[in-house]
Nanobody, 122 residues
Framework: QVQLAESGGGLVQAGGSLRLSCTAS????????VGWFRQAPGKEREVVAV????????YYADSVKGRFTISRDSAKDTVYLQLSRLKPEDTGVYYC???????????????WGQGTQVTVSS
């Protein structure tokens, strides 16, 4: 069993930055992939970025390319999401999830954190 815990959300003005963290406890990530997703009120959960736990594979949604960066620290079992040049439409609850491969569909994720709120004011 893997427990995931997100942190780093908050309220920020448009154009600002935040760094989110996703730390695993229990079993380590081991292999597979970790993804960041977000969910705005009344909308479905959507993929933001995904990183393979081994190698250099990453995926970014078109809406965040060039603004967000996903990275990992294997020694700390932690995945980060650097959010830059934030826009009001980036507002939502950000979740991290662990999957067996680099999936972009949230239905294929086996473990989820509790989420962290990101609010971007205009």
């Amino acid at each position: 069993q893997v427990q995931l815990a997100e942190s780093g959300g908050g309220l920020v003005q448009a154009g600002g930055s935040l760094r989110l963290s996703c730390t695993a406890s229990g079993r380590t990530f081991g292999s597979g992939a970790v993804g960041w997703f977000r969910q705005a009120p009344g909308k479905e959960r959507e993929v933001v970025a995904v990183i393979g736990w081994i190698g250099d594979s990453t995926y970014y949604a078109d809406s965040v390319k060039g603004r967000f960066t996903i990275s990992r620290d294997s020694a700390k079992d932690t995945v980060y999401l650097q959010l830059s040049r934030l826009k009001p439409e980036d507002t939502g609850v950000y979740y991290c999830g662990a999957a067996r491969a680099l999936f972009t569909n949230p239905n294929f994720y086996d473990y989820w954190g509790q989420g962290t709120q990101v609010t971007v004011s205009s």
